[in-house]
């Protein structure tokens, strides 16, 4: 909503620091200013609802748009090559307004059988309950998403690497497909990528939703999520989703992300050096029976990977002989490494996925689906985010608990 979008020409670290940014035309300050108001003094005597939203209309309520956060919005369309973003409270806040934004009772939503455990559980929970018919399919083939659509498909929704197996979905294969079945809408849940990887709006997908909790604000200190992608589909968005619905983002949060997002790019390479020299480390490891990492020439889709990521991220997993045991000790021996949830950070950290826990509680897959997900996962995997510390160190410290 800012009247000043600075559009840039430069390379990916010059927008990364400076889109969205200016100097405050009050003080001069270089830094960009935390504005914590919830309410904006008017000019004119306007309508007090969400339909009275023009383009230049200026701030009037924190809820409908913020200026701290706006400097955010503007510096991620700057990062996706997108027209619009909306930020949320939360990526759980980013998913949720586009699916219930978008899809009414009797419509029907693909979505892939792998991907982010609290979206999983929406798709089979909560969709379902609003009367919405969900299909699952392994996205990984581009034919299974084809095969699924039916009349009254209105959204296709992906993840790209999905967690935690680090599955590739062929992101212009799909947006293809739903162009040409009637321009059916695509998002694309792009945390792990990050647009320094994959920037989805130029493959032909619709909305790129962000955790802006990982890799984006990148220090493990602040949650928030965004949605990228046209100007109208976007105000559409900040309409339902972001003004009635209500989970948008605190600017005190889009103010530490502003900063982390700053050096996206240089993290992402970094990031990528170490779980390169993690991945090496541990598919050479007597103990460890298979690496997942897009950047390997082992990876089942590495072909894919190298077309569609121009960084392969931070994010591995691995199968061990014994991994609930394994586990335990890393709770209690690690000493660089937390063993926590979440990823992105610039700390390295770990956590134990049980393949049956897992489709219990989020996946619920059986037949060839479950078999393709253990192709990748066994009964268990180790999903590790590589953050910014020595590879060396890290290795380190797995070797000492692989024993
Ligand atoms: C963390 C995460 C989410 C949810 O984001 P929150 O900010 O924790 O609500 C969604 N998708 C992926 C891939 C994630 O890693």
């Given at each position: 909503m800012s009247k000043k979008n600075i559009t840039l020409d430069g390379g990916p670290q010059t927008t990364a620091v400076h889109a969205g940014e200016f100097p405050?035309?009050?003080?001069?300050?270089s830094a960009p200013n935390l504005v914590m108001s919830s309410t904006y003094v008017t000019e004119e005597a306007a309508g007090?609802?969400?339909?009275?939203?023009?383009?230049?209309?200026?701030?009037?309520?924190s809820r409908w748009s913020n200026p701290t956060v706006s400097q955010l919005e503007h510096k991620l369309c700057a990062l996706e090559n997108a027209e619009a973003t909306l930020c949320f409270a939360s990526g759980m806040a980013a998913a949720s307004g586009v699916l219930f934004s978008l899809l009414s009772a009797g419509d029907h939503c693909i979505m892939t059988d792998t991907n982010y455990a609290g979206v999983a559980e929406i798709g089979r929970d909560t969709l379902p309950r609003f009367g919405v018919e969900v299909s699952l399919v392994?996205?990984?083939?581009?034919q299974n998403v084809a095969d699924a659509i039916?009349?009254?498909?209105?959204l296709i929704w992906l993840e790209s690497?999905?967690?935690?197996?680090?599955r590739l979905t062929d992101l212009k294969a799909i947006a293809d497909i739903a162009k040409a079945n009637g321009g059916i809408k695509t998002a694309v849940d792009s945390t792990f990528a990050t647009p320094i990887a994959t920037r989805p709006i130029d493959l032909g997908i619709d909305y790129v939703m962000h955790?802006?909790?990982?890799?984006?604000?990148?220090?493990?200190?602040a949650v928030g999520g965004s949605v990228s992608g046209s100007k109208e589909d976007i105000a559409a968005l900040r309409l339902?989703?972001?003004?009635?619905?209500?989970g948008v983002m605190s600017p005190f949060n889009a103010w530490l992300i502003i900063r982390g997002a700053a050096t996206l790019p240089l993290r992402m390479r970094a990031h990528q050096e170490g779980a390169l020299t993690v991945a090496n480390f541990l598919e050479a490891?007597?103990?460890?029976?298979r690496v997942m990492y897009?950047?390997?020439?082992?990876?089942?889709q590495h072909e894919l990977a190298k077309r569609q990521m121009a960084n392969f991220s931070g994010m591995l997993s691995f199968q061990v002989e014994d991994g609930a045991a394994v586990a335990d000790r890393m709770t209690k021996?690690?000493?660089?490494?937390?063993?926590?949830v979440s990823l992105g950070h610039h700390r390295s950290l770990i956590f134990w996925m049980d393949t049956p826990g897992l489709m219990e509680t989020s996946f619920r897959l059986e037949g060839d689906q479950l078999d393709s997900y253990k192709a990748y996962a066994g009964e268990g995997i180790f999903r590790m985010s590589v953050g910014l510390e020595d590879g060396e160190d890290l290795c380190a410290d797995l070797d000492r608990v692989l024993g």
């Open positions: 405050d035309p009050a003080t001069g300050a007090f609802s969400a339909h009275d939203l023009g383009d230049d209309s200026g701030f009037l309520y392994d996205a990984s083939n581009p039916k009349p009254n498909t209105k690497p999905a967690n935690p197996i680090m955790s802006l909790t990982k890799y984006m604000g990148g220090h493990g200190d339902e989703a972001g003004i009635h619905h209500g490891h007597p103990k460890v029976t897009p950047g390997l020439a082992s990876h089942p021996e690690l000493q660089i490494i937390h063993y926590a």
